[in-house]
């Protein structure tokens, strides 16, 4: 366990990741280590802070800087990401034409 996040196994890749829960409900797979952030509007990663909130951030290079802890989403680090990924409703209605 981490904190209170539970830490399990990603079934694509074998990696240790942990599910957040978003402000608007739905579980996000994260990767298991956490990270400190700078919280930057046009930052290069998308971190899911602990009560699950999707910002925008880059890691500092002095953790001193840090502005928070978060975790990466681990759709973006995950080999078989593509894999999980639900078809949209639009690919849904060309399958079946």
């Known amino acids: 366990m981490i904190g209170t996040l ?16 978003s402000v608007a409900g739905k579980t996000i797979p994260c990767n298991a280590e956490s990270i400190s952030y700078v ?11 602990p009560n699950g909130e999707v910002i925008s951030g880059n890691i500092p290079e002095d953790p ?13 680090t995950c080999p078989a990401a593509d894999s999980f990924r639900k078809a949209r409703k639009s690919d849904r209605k060309k399958v079946r034409e």
């Open 64 to 76: 001193q800087k840090a502005t928070g802890i978060g975790y990466i989403s681990h759709f973006a």
């Open 39 to 49: 919280q930057k509007a046009d930052g290069d990663l998308k971190i899911v802070t």
């Open 6 to 21: 539970r830490v399990t196994k990603c079934r694509g890749c074998g990696a240790d990741i942990v599910f957040i829960k």
